[in-house]
């Protein structure tokens, strides 16, 4: 599915961003674009006008263009993905508030209105130079990483692993003889534990790499085959194996990585939902949505889902 709607003006094109329902308790959406693809100058206008004060003042003081284009796609992309989720009425990208938990992850900051109770929305943000991503969720935390393919690493890659990964997983990389191989599943293991902590709503500083193993385990609950990826946390061990977090790896747009992990759902019934229900969409805010949940440009590499 592919809807254009090309604008003229900031107020019009506030007023057709295509609103989508809420996601169920078993679903992710994911959002992605591609700075490359936005080129428009008047439509950059358009998203800096969607900033705060301090988020605009925070752009306008970074250091050449292409970071300042990146910073600016990534909150455009928070406002208008949050924007489109219709509750009780439209919300206006530009009147977003938002708050930082104690470790710095961003939520949303609702209006407290005795006749409105806002919905248990989480969202989370990641970006490269070339792709910037928005996962969403109701009700359950989430985190997500992207991280390209193509991503230079300086040093060694088991001497980087034995740096910040466990024993477990460093030992994983090293039973892998081809060293392309090697380095492409290190970025994995790197956007899954990138993805971990920015769902438990610590980020890297406050839950180091090291005190948990990301790895692969057989599937409960689809054919013998399958394999879904957890986490045994060494700092609690009554979250190993993760009984309550779920991920997905995907190669998105056949240049990146893409992590999701998030809180497992359940249904009204109130019984655990696997797998994970995802949708997909690559936009550019205003001008063209796109749904490739299923297409070519993504592709499940870890884990169990249901593409919508």
């Not at 506030?14 to 008047?42: A, C, G, I, N």
Request: hydrophobic fraction near 40%.
């Amino acid at each position: 599915m592919k809807i254009r709607c090309f604008q003229r003006n900031f107020s019009a094109a506030s007023s057709l961003l295509v609103p989508v329902q809420l996601p169920s308790r078993m679903e992710t959406h994911f959002w992605y674009v591609l700075p490359d693809e936005v080129k428009s100058s008047s439509l950059l206008n358009q998203y800096l006008e969607l900033l705060s004060p301090c988020e605009k003042e925070s752009v306008t003081r970074m250091q050449g263009h292409q970071l300042k284009k990146k910073a600016l796609l990534a909150r455009a992309l928070v406002r208008t993905t949050i924007a489109r989720y219709q509750i009780n009425c439209q919300v206006n990208p530009r009147s977003l508030k938002f708050k930082k938990n104690i470790y710095g992850k961003p939520e949303i900051e609702w209006d407290n209105d005795e006749n409105w109770c806002p919905p248990p929305l989480h969202f989370n943000i990641s970006h490269t130079p070339s792709l910037i991503a928005c996962g969403v969720t109701v009700d359950v935390p989430i985190g997500i990483d992207v991280e390209e393919k193509q991503r230079k690493i300086k040093n060694n890659v088991l001497a980087f692993a034995r740096r910040y990964f466990t024993p477990e997983e460093v030992n994983f990389l090293n039973a892998i003889s081809d060293l392309e191989v090697q380095r492409q599943e290190f970025i994995k293991l790197w956007t899954l534990k990138e993805a971990y902590v920015k769902a438990i709503g610590k980020g890297f500083s406050a839950a180091p790499f090291k005190t948990f193993t990301i790895q692969s385990r057989p599937a409960k609950h689809s054919d013998p085959k399958a394999t879904e990826i957890v986490v045994e946390s060494f700092d609690d061990p009554t979250t190993n194996f993760a009984s309550n977090w779920q991920f997905t790896l995907l190669e998105l747009a056949g240049s990146h990585y893409a992590a999701i992990c998030r809180e497992r759902g359940k249904n009204i019934e109130g019984k655990e939902c696997v797998p994970m229900r995802l949708m997909v969409r690559k936009t550019i805010p205003f001008v063209e949505d796109e749904c490739v949940s299923g297409a070519d440009a993504v592709v499940t590499i870890g884990s169990l889902i249901d593409q919508c």
